[in-house]
């Protein structure tokens, strides 16, 4: 089989750029089904490139369509296994999936390659909480808090970990903290607890 001439490789590339490009500008005006639609057409385009798969998969996150998330993103994963982004929205669909042991697994990868991924750190957290494995789930708050103390999405968490252990005290310290850092939750949460 002959390769095609140059011009229409030429043509094909601006297509597939066009409607990626396309789709990129559809996901900034908030118009998710139009980006979809462009990603999946640059696909059709040129099936090979592992980043239209994984912006098509985040357009279906934003969907809340996460089955066709993952199935997206194994695509893009089988293409380039080692694209940390592709291995923690895969992992971020598992978690948003409550298929924690298999979040992990892709959490565990992203944070093998960049130890310092905070998402990576914090779902993980979250996973494990879910899991009733408080121990490990501290240790990743740990991480996070020691890579930035004012995090207060991450004391707010590690706080309701230690309401679940009912170590309200240790909570209470956390949350205002949190609420401290601008946290409307942990605030809410101190309302509750009756606690100001």
Do not use: W
């Not at 297509?15 to 990626?20: G, H, R, V």
């Not at 980006?35 to 099936?47: C, H, I, R, T």
């Not at 090979?48 to 809340?64: G, R």
């Amino acid at each position: 089989m002959e390769n095609p001439p140059p011009s229409e490789i030429k043509d094909s590339d601006m297509i597939y750029n066009d409607l990626k490009l396309q789709g990129q500008q559809a996901i900034e005006n908030n118009q998710i089904e139009k980006a979809v639609e462009f990603f999946q057409l640059s696909l059709e385009n040129d099936d090979t490139c592992e980043d239209s798969y994984l912006q098509l998969a985040k357009a279906y996150i934003k969907l809340d369509e996460n089955q066709l998330a993952t199935e997206t993103l194994k695509i893009a994963y089988k293409l380039n296994n080692n694209n940390i982004e592709i291995a923690y929205h895969l992992g971020f669909t598992y978690f948003l999936q409550a298929k924690y042991d298999k979040a992990i697994k892709y959490f565990d990868f992203v944070i093998k390659l960049q130890p310092d991924h905070r998402d990576a750190y914090y779902y993980k957290a979250i996973s494990l909480i879910r899991q009733d494995k408080y121990s490990k789930a501290l240790k990743c708050f740990r991480v996070i808090l020691t890579q930035n103390p004012n995090d207060h999405f991450t004391l707010y968490q590690q706080s309701i970990l230690y309401l679940n252990k009912k170590e309200k005290k240790k909570a209470t310290i956390l949350l205002t903290k949190a609420k401290e850092l601008g946290n409307p939750e942990a605030e809410e949460m101190l309302k509750i607890m009756n606690v100001e």
